[in-house]
C-alpha cells in the first residue's frame, strides 16, 4: 500500500490555566479587591453599584509622564486636556491643575471650560459653532481652530460686530498612509484649500491667522502617522511665512494617541501593541525638523491628548445578577451594567478581573448587561472563574468617553467616584434617579394631572 501516510496517533495537550489562548488571558489568581487601597466592597456599600471609580494618582501619573515626555523632545509643548473624552469637573480640574490648557468642541463644552479656566487657555474646535458660541469664544479671547469657509465668514462677521481681530488657527486635513482620512473635518492640505483660507484671512484683515491645526484620528497606533502630520504642517507653516509673511504662534497636532486598551481586531494585549509617549514624541519632534523659519520664535507646539492620559485611570465596579447557559456551552453572565454606562465595550476587549477571592475552574465566558437588547455585551470571549450572584467584577481602563457618552436607556446611569492621591474616597457625580429624569419633563396642561 505504497503513497498512504503512515498513521499518527493524536496528541493531547492539557490546557494550562493562567497562559494566553484566543479567549484571552485566564484571570487566574488575580482578583482586584482593592482599587488604589480602597477596598471595591467598601466602595460599593457607600455608592452602590454599579460604580465608576477614578483614580486621581493614575491621572496625576500619566499626565505627568507624557509631560515629561515632551519636555525632553518638543520643550515648551502644551497639553490641552480634550473635553469630549471626560467632562466631569473633577477629572477636568485634575489636568488644568496639572498644567492642561481646555479643548472643547461645543458651545455647552466652552461654557463648562470658561467656568474652570480663563478664555487665553481654551481651544474651541470642532464643525459646528454658532454665531453665539463664536462670540462668546471671541470675548473670552479664546483659540478659535476654524473648520471649513462658511465658518470662516461667520467668524469675521461675528468679529465685525464685536470690533474685534481675534487670533484664530485653520483646521487641516491630509492624505497619511495608512490613516482613513477625517476629510469631513478641515480645510483640504494637498488641493490648496488650507493655503486658500489662509489667503482669505489675510485678505479679509479681519481675522489674524496665528496656528495650524490638524487631528488625524483616534487610537492611532502608526508613528509614521504623526511624524509625517508634523512634517506637513511644518510645511505649511513654511510657505505661510516665505510666501505671505504669516508667522504662526501655535501649531496643534490635536490627539488620537491609543491608551493601553486591546481593540477587538488586536490579538496581543494592548501594552504591548500601543507605543510609548516617548515614542510619539520622538515621532512628533522627527516631523517638526522640517520647520524652517529663520530669526522667527518657534511655535508653541499643542496636543490635545485624552484618551491616553485618562483611560487607565477609570474602573468600573459591576455586580452579577444571574448565571444562564448559552446554547454554544458558553457560559453567560448578567451584569448589573451594560453598554448604556460601558459605551467603548463596541470598540474594546477590556480587562476584566473578579473583585473577590474565588475558586472553581474557569472556562469560557460571556458579560452581559442588564438591557433587554441583544448587542449588550460586555465581553463575548472571556475564561473566567464561577461566579455567584451578588459576586462582583471590575472592568478595567475605562476612563475614556464612557461618561460622556454613556446612556440614560433602561436604567438610571451610575455614580461616579474619586479616590484621592492621600486614599480620600469624594463623589464626583451623583447616580441618576427617576426624580433627576423627571425634572427636565414638562406635562402639556391638556394630559391633566395625576394619574
Given at each position: 500500500?505504497?503513497?498512504?501516510?503512515?498513521?499518527?496517533?493524536?496528541?493531547?495537550?492539557?490546557?494550562?490555566?493562567?497562559?494566553?489562548?484566543?479567549?484571552?488571558?485566564?484571570?487566574?489568581?488575580?482578583?482586584?479587591?482593592?482599587?488604589?487601597?480602597?477596598?471595591?466592597?467598601?466602595?460599593?456599600?457607600?455608592?452602590?453599584?454599579?460604580?465608576?471609580?477614578?483614580?486621581?494618582?493614575?491621572?496625576?501619573?500619566?499626565?505627568?509622564?507624557?509631560?515629561?515626555?515632551?519636555?525632553?523632545?518638543?520643550?515648551?509643548?502644551?497639553?490641552?486636556?480634550?473635553?469630549?473624552?471626560?467632562?466631569?469637573?473633577?477629572?477636568?480640574?485634575?489636568?488644568?491643575?496639572?498644567?492642561?490648557?481646555?479643548?472643547?468642541?461645543?458651545?455647552?463644552?466652552?461654557?463648562?471650560?470658561?467656568?474652570?479656566?480663563?478664555?487665553?487657555?481654551?481651544?474651541?474646535?470642532?464643525?459646528?459653532?454658532?454665531?453665539?458660541?463664536?462670540?462668546?469664544?471671541?470675548?473670552?479671547?479664546?483659540?478659535?481652530?476654524?473648520?471649513?469657509?462658511?465658518?470662516?465668514?461667520?467668524?469675521?462677521?461675528?468679529?465685525?460686530?464685536?470690533?474685534?481681530?481675534?487670533?484664530?488657527?485653520?483646521?487641516?486635513?491630509?492624505?497619511?498612509?495608512?490613516?482613513?482620512?477625517?476629510?469631513?473635518?478641515?480645510?483640504?492640505?494637498?488641493?490648496?484649500?488650507?493655503?486658500?483660507?489662509?489667503?482669505?484671512?489675510?485678505?479679509?484683515?479681519?481675522?489674524?491667522?496665528?496656528?495650524l491645526h490638524a487631528h488625524?484620528?483616534?487610537?492611532?497606533?502608526?508613528?509614521?502617522?504623526?511624524?509625517?502630520?508634523?512634517?506637513?504642517?511644518?510645511?505649511?507653516?513654511?510657505?505661510?511665512?516665505?510666501?505671505?509673511?504669516?508667522?504662526?504662534?501655535?501649531?496643534?497636532?490635536?490627539?488620537?494617541?491609543?491608551?493601553?486598551?486591546?481593540?477587538?481586531?488586536?490579538?496581543?494585549?494592548?501594552?504591548?501593541?500601543?507605543?510609548?509617549?516617548?515614542?510619539?514624541?520622538?515621532?512628533?519632534?522627527?516631523?517638526?525638523?522640517?520647520?524652517?523659519?529663520?530669526?522667527?520664535?518657534?511655535?508653541?507646539?499643542?496636543?490635545?491628548?485624552?484618551?491616553?492620559?485618562?483611560?487607565?485611570?477609570?474602573?468600573?465596579?459591576?455586580?452579577?445578577?444571574?448565571?444562564?447557559?448559552?446554547?454554544?456551552?458558553?457560559?453567560?453572565?448578567?451584569?448589573?451594567?451594560?453598554?448604556?454606562?460601558?459605551?467603548?465595550?463596541?470598540?474594546?476587549?477590556?480587562?476584566?478581573?473578579?473583585?473577590?477571592?474565588?475558586?472553581?475552574?474557569?472556562?469560557?465566558?460571556?458579560?452581559?448587561?442588564?438591557?433587554?437588547?441583544?448587542?449588550?455585551?460586555?465581553?463575548?470571549?472571556?475564561?473566567?472563574?464561577?461566579?455567584?450572584?451578588?459576586?462582583?467584577?471590575?472592568?478595567?481602563?475605562?476612563?475614556?468617553?464612557?461618561?460622556?457618552?454613556?446612556?440614560?436607556?433602561?436604567?438610571?446611569?451610575?455614580?461616579?467616584?474619586?479616590?484621592?492621591?492621600?486614599?480620600?474616597?469624594?463623589?464626583?457625580?451623583?447616580?441618576?434617579?427617576?426624580?433627576?429624569?423627571?425634572?427636565?419633563?414638562?406635562?402639556?396642561?391638556?394630559?391633566?394631572?395625576?394619574r
Amino acid at each position: 500500500m505504497t503513497g498512504k501516510p503512515a498513521y499518527e496517533p493524536p496528541v493531547l495537550i492539557r490546557h494550562q490555566t493562567g497562559l494566553m489562548n484566543k479567549l484571552g488571558r485566564i484571570a487566574g489568581a488575580r482578583p482586584l479587591t482593592e482599587i488604589d487601597g480602597v477596598s471595591i466592597a467598601a466602595l460599593v456599600e457607600r455608592f452602590g453599584s454599579p460604580l465608576f471609580v477614578f483614580s486621581e494618582r493614575t491621572l496625576v501619573a500619566r499626565h505627568r509622564e507624557l509631560r515629561e515626555a515632551l519636555a525632553v523632545r518638543l520643550p515648551g509643548a502644551r497639553l490641552a486636556w480634550s473635553y469630549k473624552t471626560n467632562s466631569l469637573d473633577a477629572i477636568c480640574r485634575v489636568m488644568h491643575r496639572e498644567g492642561s490648557l481646555a479643548e472643547v468642541v461645543s458651545e455647552s463644552e466652552l461654557d463648562r471650560a470658561l467656568r474652570l479656566v480663563p478664555g487665553p487657555e481654551v481651544i474651541f474646535n470642532g464643525p459646528f459653532k454658532p454665531e453665539g458660541a463664536l462670540e462668546k469664544a471671541f470675548r473670552a479671547g479664546a483659540r478659535v481652530h476654524l473648520d471649513h469657509f462658511d465658518e470662516l465668514a461667520r467668524a469675521e462677521a461675528v468679529a465685525r460686530r464685536l470690533a474685534v481681530r481675534p487670533r484664530v488657527a485653520i483646521r487641516v486635513h491630509m492624505a497619511l498612509p495608512g490613516i482613513p482620512p477625517w476629510s469631513r473635518f478641515g480645510f483640504n492640505l494637498e488641493s490648496g484649500q488650507a493655503l486658500d483660507a489662509a489667503r482669505r484671512i489675510g485678505a479679509g484683515g479681519v481675522l489674524q491667522l496665528a496656528g495650524l491645526h490638524a487631528h488625524i484620528g483616534t487610537f492611532v497606533q502608526e508613528l509614521d502617522a504623526y511624524r509625517q502630520e508634523a512634517r506637513q504642517l511644518a510645511g505649511l507653516a513654511n510657505v505661510l511665512a516665505r510666501e505671505h509673511g504669516v508667522l504662526v504662534d501655535w501649531i496643534d497636532l490635536g490627539g488620537g494617541f491609543a491608551s493601553r486598551n486591546a481593540l477587538h481586531s488586536q490579538y496581543l494585549p494592548g501594552e504591548q501593541v500601543t507605543p510609548s509617549f516617548a515614542q510619539y514624541a520622538e515621532a512628533i519632534a522627527e516631523g517638526l525638523a522640517a520647520l524652517d523659519l529663520p530669526g522667527a520664535r518657534a511655535p508653541t507646539i499643542l496636543l490635545e491628548t485624552g484618551r491616553a492620559l485618562v483611560d487607565e485611570a477609570g474602573s468600573l465596579v459591576a455586580t452579577v445578577h444571574a448565571n444562564k447557559r448559552l446554547p454554544d456551552g458558553r457560559r453567560g453572565v448578567i451584569l448589573d451594567t451594560g453598554v448604556n454606562s460601558l459605551f467603548t465595550a463596541f470598540w474594546y476587549r477590556h480587562d476584566v478581573l473578579p473583585a473577590q477571592e474565588f475558586s472553581g475552574t474557569p472556562e469560557p465566558t460571556v458579560l452581559y448587561g442588564p438591557l433587554c437588547m441583544a448587542i449588550d455585551v460586555v465581553r463575548d470571549q472571556l475564561l473566567f472563574p464561577p461566579l455567584a450572584p451578588g459576586d462582583r467584577v471590575v472592568v478595567r481602563n475605562v476612563g475614556a468617553y464612557n461618561v460622556t457618552q454613556w446612556m440614560q436607556f433602561i436604567t438610571d446611569r451610575p455614580a461616579v467616584a474619586m479616590i484621592s492621591r492621600a486614599g480620600e474616597v469624594g463623589l464626583i457625580r451623583r447616580r441618576e434617579s427617576l426624580d433627576t429624569l423627571l425634572a427636565q419633563e414638562e406635562i402639556p396642561g391638556w394630559l391633566g394631572a395625576g394619574r
